[in-house]
C-alpha cells in the first residue's frame, strides 16, 4: 500500500480480554515502531523494530505488552489482560533506515470497557 | 526520563501571527530533528525536519531554528492560518538509529 496501516481502526473490548492490534508498514521500511498516545498527551514510545536486529522493547509498560515482527513487514501488538489505563490511540510507523523520517498510520483507537 | 521538553503545551494565535513552539533536549547523540503536525483523529505527519549542521531551515511558512550549543530548537510558523490548527510534535533520534523520541505537543490555534 502506499502508507502505513494498521487495524482495526476502532476496537472496544472488555477488561480482562487480549486485544492484537496489525500494523502493515511501508513496502520496504526496516523500521517499524509502536507508540501509544492517550487522549490529549504526548507520543509514548512501546517498542521499535530494525531489520533483523533484536527489537528495542525499553517502552513497553508491563509484562502484558508484547509485538512480534516477522521479517520487514506486519507488526502485531498484543496486550494481554486489558486494564482501562490501556485505552488509547496505538499508532504504527514505519521509516527506512537512517534517515529518521517516519511515517505514521491512523492509528487503532482502544477503548477498554 | 523526558529526554525532549517541548512548550508551550497550549497555544492561541490570530489570523496572520506568528506561532512559535519550542523545544530542548538533553542527549547530544541526537542528530536529527523533525516537527510533526497531528490533525485530531490522524496520525502524525511529518512537517520539517533539520540537522544539526544547519541553524535554520525554512520550507514555506514554515521555520525551524536551532541552537546547538544550548540544545533547543524551535518551530516558526509565519503568517499563521486556521488550517493551521492542530497538535505540534517536535522529535529528536540519534545518529546510531533512527528511533524517535517525541516531546509533549503543543496544541495550536489559530484564530480567524
Known amino acids: 500500500g502506499a502508507g502505513v496501516s494498521q487495524s482495526p481502526s476502532n476496537k472496544v473490548t472488555e477488561k480482562g480480554k487480549d486485544v492484537e492490534l496489525r500494523c502493515d508498514p511501508i513496502?520496504?521500511?526496516?523500521?517499524l515502531y509502536w507508540y501509544r498516545q492517550r487522549l490529549g498527551q504526548g507520543l509514548e514510545f512501546l517498542i521499535y523494530?530494525?531489520?533483523?536486529?533484536?527489537?528495542?522493547k525499553s517502552g513497553l509498560p508491563s509484562d502484558r505488552f508484547s509485538a512480534e515482527r516477522t521479517g520487514e513487514s506486519v507488526s502485531t501488538l498484543t496486550i494481554q489482560r486489558t486494564q482501562q489505563e490501556d485505552s488509547a490511540v496505538y499508532l504504527c510507523a514505519s521509516s527506512l533506515p537512517g534517515l529518521g523520517r517516519a511515517f505514521f498510520g491512523q492509528g487503532t483507537r482502544l477503548t477498554v470497557v | 526520563q523526558q529526554q525532549v521538553k517541548q512548550s508551550p503545551q497550549s497555544l492561541i494565535v490570530q489570523k496572520g501571527g506568528i506561532s512559535i513552539i519550542n523545544c530542548a533536549y538533553e542527549n547530544t547523540a541526537f542528530d536529527y530533528f523533525p516537527w510533526y503536525q497531528q490533525f485530531p483523529g490522524k496520525g502524525p505527519a511529518l512537517l520539517i525536519a533539520i540537522r544539526p549542521d544547519v541553524s535554520e531551515k525554512k520550507e514555506g511558512r514554515f521555520t525551524i531554528s536551532f541552537n546547538k550549543s544550548a540544545k533547543q530548537f524551535s518551530l516558526h510558523i509565519m503568517d499563521s492560518q486556521p488550517g493551521d490548527s492542530a497538535t505540534y510534535f517536535c522529535a529528536a533520534s540519534k545518529r546510531a538509529g533512527n528511533m524517535l523520541t517525541f516531546g509533549g505537543g503543543t496544541r495550536l490555534m489559530v484564530k480567524p
Open positions: 513496502s520496504g521500511h526496516t523500521a
Open positions: 523494530f530494525q531489520g533483523n536486529s533484536a527489537p528495542d
